[in-house]
Each structure stands twice: as structure tokens, then as C-alpha cells.
């Protein structure tokens, strides 16, 4: 069985590798415009997937209601801009206040849901509180379809076309090529956090085991707030950015970003933060070839069928964790 | 200084603790005996408020804890090793050390507190940067037991501290335990199957049978009772 799943590994590889290499050589401007372009799309699924990974990480919760903060995110940035447009503030500040407002908008709700729909459920069987996530992202669609309106809003880019970047820009645009970039430095930040700061440590040996980490003096309920509330910022950025790029966004966008981003947690081993980003990324770039070379009205199916492929041939990702621990 | 009166503890409808009373003076060692499923660690983790208690309180100097979150009380000076050790696997011993000082602020104390433990276990500095689930039982319990001590407890609460180690290191720790107590004047309260081991280490031993205390009495008398001789010591 695993010689099999290795040869098959190595055949689907080999064909993949082929057919990259020889449209590589028949037109490598097309080959590096959906590369940089799944490197993009890629980016924002990490934005949105580290969420998803921390939280179950911590709480073995999938938050279904994550993409709706990411909505949320991206509609309070489009209320804010709007706003402050129509007082004929200048583009950066407007730029920058909308960013600030969104993240803290999303970090507000994701804290929220959490104390109201998982809290209470945090002994309940898994289920529960699965299910509750469920509700509280029907909930937040709905709440925002209601408050705001069903329609498609334009979003203008709060991401101006930067004149140093024209010669490139048929290449990438400087709106992916900020998302890149944006995307990297989080990464940075968050990576530095987890690493090295006390509320860091103290959410790596919550995620490990909690009740020890009570006995260490964590206030573990605390901690979990916190692991929302940097999963919420993030996710908030990841919607300003990717409204910038599409251009409108509506109540809805959080869905399917959130399914594609939840696809790349599990592809990368969910619970796992390198595996988050590292999922992200390969799902992102392939969806692009993918639609570039094959079909790119069967996107989404692309992306689906990956999932299923992973759970029936490596359940735990690429980087999920395999070793036994000592007691 | 910890002072159980008339505890009740409950797992759902399991009635784990019946009514117990202990007393542990400052600067004690009392080791609490018992057969498996007595309640011992139970005892402990209502203690630390784990499992808080449904009757009865537990004080601390006088201040009631019983029904305090557990961080609170790691903030009042109780720190427990609990059974099994608990390291944090994917954490380096020098990470796991740093989550014992996890409430402290002052950089200069952890500094000295870090030097006293790795002074205690050298094996520990040697492995600093190795994470902590590589680590054999007997290292890991001391890993643990220094961990705990990073937060300079007033109490310190050990369970089954010998489970699963050579005699040599089960030795080793129980020496370091009563170097802790002569030299840190820190209250330990340890519960042990290991009834020889632990009486010998005592001031004053309790001994446990299906949720209650069934007797008391110093280390040494409890040494020479023909039920404990009987029951606990297989003599």
C-alpha cells in the first residue's frame, strides 16, 4: 500500500513536473504571471488559514464563523474609506485608518464570538461547539446582509498604482505586489510572536496542554482570547487586501475564502502554523496553474478535489504531527 | 499555612473526596499514602482548583482558595508537579523553565532562580535546547520539579514524584526534594505510593483510603504502624 501511494506520488509528480517545464519554456511570461498570481491568491489564504490553525491548535475547534470576521474586516474598511472619502480626507490617512478600524472591528467580533458561542461549550462534546460555529457564521452573514445590503459594493483600492512599479506592473500590479509584501511582514511579526514573547510561550504550552499550563499560573481562557484575537487581525488584513485587489465585495465573500483557506489549514497539517502558510501557498499557486492551463471555471472544484485527495491519502497534511509523545 | 477542612470532591456523580482534613504547617514535609484510586492526586488538584471542591475549604494562611481559578492560586505561592509530570512536549527545557516563572516580572530573580536549578540537575543545562518530550522519565521529572521551583512557591505540591524512575534517580529526587525544603524553608506536600520512600522523607505522613483520611501521625510512627507495616509496606 505505501510503495503504491509513493509510486503514484512519484507519477503524478513527474507528469506535473512535464507538462510545467515545457509550458515553462513555450511562454515563461504567462508561466511567471500565474506563478506571482498564486503566490498572491496564496498570500491571502494564509492571512485567512492562521487563524483557522491557532484556534484549532489550541481549542481543536474548526471556527467556522472565520471567514465572516474576514468580511467583516474588509466591509468595515469599505465603510470607513467611504466615509472619510466623502470628507475628502487624504488617500493615505483614509488608507491607514481603514486598515486600523478593520482590524480592530474583526479582533472586537472574533473576541465576541468567542466569549458568546464557544466559551460556554468549552466541556461540551466537539460537536457542539462545531455546530455553534456554524450558526454564528450564518448569523454574521445574515446580521451583515440585513445592516448593510445584499448587493455587490465597489471597493476603490486603497492601494494607490505606485509610478515607480509602471514598468512591472503588467507583470504584477502594485496591489499584489503589496499584498505580497504585507503578507511577509505579518508573517514576520507573527512568527516573532509565537517564538519569543511571553504570551507566545504561553499560547504554544496552552495549545500543548492546558491544564498544566493552569498549574504554571496561565490564565488559560485569557490565553485563547488572545489566539482569536491575533487570528481575527490577521484575517481582518487578509480582507482589506483581497477587497483592494477583486475590487467589491459583499456579504458573502467570507464563505468561500473561508472554505479555501480552511482547505489550505488542512493541507498543510491544521493546527501547525508553518503548515498553514506553507498549504496556503501551495494551494494557491496550483489553483493558478490550474486555471491558467485547464479549466478556470472549475476552480473551486480544483480546490475541493484537493481536499478530499488529502483526506483519504494524508489526513494529518504535509506538516501535521505524526510523533509520539513521552509521558 | 494549607489547611483542607471538611473537603467533598465530585467528578460528576463520583464522590471522590468524603469529607477530609489536612493540615500542613510552614516548612513541613507531609507525605499523604494510598493504594491507587484513594483520591490522592484528586486531593491535589482541588488543592490547586483544578477540581474545585463542591464542600468544605481549603485556606491558604487563612484566606479561603477552594473556589479560586487555578492561576490565581499558582499566584498565591501553591505550585504542584502533578502526576505524570506534564512537560510541555514541544517546548526546549529552557522554554518549559521560563513557563514556570510565567507570573514573575523580575528578570534578575528568574536569572538567579534558573542558575539554583540547573546547579540542582546540571543534566538540564546540558539540554536546554532540547525539547522537552526527548527527554527520559527521570529528566523529565526533573524538568518538572524545576519548573515548579521557577515560580518560587511557599507550597510546593508533588504527586508520585518516584512513578516510573530508577531507584537511583527516585533516590536522587527525593534528596533534592528535602535539599529544597531545608534550604528554600518551602512547605512540601508530596503524595506517593511509594509509602517507604515517602514516610522516611516526612515530618508528618496521612494516609488515604477510599476519599478519607484514615490516620495520621510523624514519618517515623507511621513507620512502625503494624496496619501501615500491613497494608502499604508489604512487610
Given at each position: ?138 448569523f454574521l452573514q445574515n446580521y451583515v446582509m440585513l445592516a448593510q445590503t445584499p448587493e455587490f459594493q465597489p471597493f476603490e483600492s486603497l492601494i494607490p498604482d ?56 496561565i490564565n488559560v481562557n485569557n490565553v485563547i482570547s488572545t489566539t482569536f484575537v491575533v487570528g481575527s487581525a490577521t484575517a481582518a488584513i487578509g480582507g482589506v ?52 492551463y485547464f479549466w478556470s471555471e472549475y476552480e473551486d472544484v480544483f480546490a475541493f478535489t484537493i481536499l478530499v485527495i488529502i483526506l483519504i491519502f494524508r489526513p ?12 | ?235
Open positions: 500500500m505505501r510503495w503504491i501511494n509513493i509510486l503514484l506520488g512519484l507519477a503524478v509528480a513527474g507528469i506535473l513536473g512535464f507538462y510545467g517545464i515545457r509550458e515553462l519554456l513555450a511562454d515563461p511570461v504567462y508561466f511567471l504571471e500565474l506563478f506571482l498570481g498564486g503566490l498572491v491568491r496564496g498570500s491571502i489564504y494564509a492571512l485567512i488559514a492562521l487563524g483557522y490553525t491557532m484556534v484549532y491548535g489550541i481549542i481543536q475547534l474548526i471556527n467556522f464563523a472565520h471567514g465572516e470576521i474576514y468580511m467583516i474586516g474588509a466591509m468595515t474598511a469599505l465603510i470607513v474609506a467611504s466615509v472619510l472619502g466623502l470628507w475628502g480626507w487624504h488617500s493615505a490617512v483614509i488608507a491607514i485608518l481603514a486598515v486600523v478600524f478593520a482590524v480592530v472591528y474583526s479582533c472586537a467580533y472574533g473576541f465576541t464570538v468567542e466569549k458568546i458561542a464557544y466559551k460556554p461549550l468549552r466541556t461540551a462534546p466537539r460537536l457542539s461547539a462545531l455546530i455553534s460555529a456554524i450558526g454564528m457564521s450564518l505606485f509610478a515607480f512599479w509602471e514598468p512591472y506592473a503588467h507583470i504584477i500590479t502594485s496591489v499584489e505586489l503589496a499584498i505580497i509584501i504585507t503578507t511577509v511582514v505579518v508573517m514576520i511579526l507573527l512568527g516573532m510572536l509565537i517564538k519569543f514573547t511571553k504570551i507566545g510561550k504561553a499560547m504554544r504550552a496552552t495549545a500543548q496542554d492546558k491544564i498544566m499550563s493552569s498549574l504554571v499560573g487586501l483581497i477587497a483592494c485587489h477583486v475590487g467589491q465585495i459583499n456579504f458573502f465573500i467570507g464563505f468561500l475564502a473561508g472554505l479555501k483557506a480552511f482547505i489550505a489549514a488542512v493541507l498543510g497539517g491544521i493546527g501547525s502554523v508553518p503548515g498553514a502558510v506553507l498549504g496556503s501557498l501551495v494551494l494557491g499557486i496550483s489553483e493558478s496553474f490550474f486555471t491558467g494529518s497534511g504535509i506538516l501535521g504531527k505524526h510523533e509520539t509523545q513521552k509521558v | 499555612m494549607l489547611k483542607l477542612t471538611d473537603v467533598h470532591t465530585y467528578y460528576g456523580n463520583i464522590h471522590a473526596l468524603k469529607g477530609i482534613n489536612i493540615e500542613v504547617s510552614e516548612g513541613e514535609i507531609i507525605s499523604l499514602i494510598g493504594a491507587n484510586g484513594a483520591g490522592k492526586s484528586t486531593t491535589l488538584m482541588t488543592t490547586s482548583g483544578v477540581v474545585p471542591a463542591k464542600r468544605g475549604t481549603v485556606e491558604l494562611n487563612g484566606e479561603d482558595i477552594t473556589q479560586m481559578a487555578p492561576d490565581d492560586i499558582v499566584k498565591r505561592g501553591i505550585c504542584q508537579v502533578p502526576e505524570g509530570r506534564r512537560i510541555f512536549p514541544y517546548l526546549t527545557v529552557a522554554e518549559n523553565l521560563d513557563m514556570g516563572a510565567f507570573l514573575r516580572d523580575d528578570k534578575e530573580g528568574i536569572k538567579e532562580d534558573l542558575d539554583y536549578v540547573y546547579g540542582l540537575f546540571p543534566i538540564l543545562a546540558n539540554r536546554r535546547n532540547q525539547s522537552g518530550g526527548t527527554l527520559s522519565g527521570g529528566e523529565q521529572q526533573m524538568l518538572a520539579i524545576s519548573r515548579a521551583l521557577m515560580s518560587r512557591p511557599k507550597v510546593l505540591l508533588l504527586d508520585e514524584p518516584s512513578l516510573g524512575l530508577a531507584p537511583i534517580i527516585i533516590r536522587q529526587i527525593f534528596d533534592i526534594i528535602q535539599k529544597i525544603n531545608q534550604e528554600h524553608k518551602t512547605t512540601i506536600f508530596i503524595v506517593e505510593q511509594n509509602a517507604n520512600l515517602a514516610l522516611k522523607a516526612a515530618h508528618r505522613g496521612y494516609v488515604m483510603e477510599n476519599g478519607a483520611i484514615t490516620m495520621t501521625d510523624t514519618g517515623e510512627n507511621l513507620l512502625e504502624n503494624e496496619d501501615v507495616k500491613k497494608a502499604y509496606l508489604g512487610m
